[in-house]
């Protein structure tokens, strides 16, 4: 069993930055590819990042490559995603997710986290 707590959203003006931050519970955090995804009002929820449980892969969506980056800390069992250069269109509530692959779809992860708001304005 896994627990997810994501924190660092906000609200932000466009261009600028933000890093969520997603802490886990329990020993197994580093077997765990970690991904995150986002859902902003009246949408479906979409893929954003993943990485895998070493670090090593990354993968991305193509809406926010080259602006967000993945990364995770075993020793401190968190996964991290900073968010540079931030559009209007980034606003959505940030989950992370925790699963056996670093997938871009969401059923394949097995723990969610409950989600931080991220608001860009214009």
């Known amino acids: 069993q896994v627990q997810l707590v994501e924190s660092g959203g906000g609200l932000v003006q466009a261009g600028g930055s933000l890093r969520l931050s997603c802490a886990a519970s329990?020993?197994?955090?580093?077997?765990?590819?970690m991904g995150w995804f986002r859902q902003a009002p009246g949408k479906e929820r979409e893929f954003a990042a993943a990485?895998?449980?070493?670090?090593?892969?990354?993968n991305y969506a193509d809406s926010v490559k080259g602006r967000f980056t993945i990364s995770r800390d075993n020793a401190k069992n968190t996964v991290y995603l900073q968010m540079n250069s931030l559009k209007p269109e980034d606003t959505a509530v940030y989950y992370c997710?925790?699963?056996?692959?670093?997938?871009?779809?969401?059923?394949?992860?097995?723990?969610w986290g409950q989600g931080t708001q991220v608001t860009v304005s214009s």
């Open positions: 329990g020993r197994t955090f580093g077997s765990y590819a």
């Open positions: 990485i895998s449980w070493n670090g090593r892969s990354t």
């Open positions: 997710a925790a699963g056996g692959y670093s997938s871009d779809i969401a059923y394949e992860y097995d723990y």
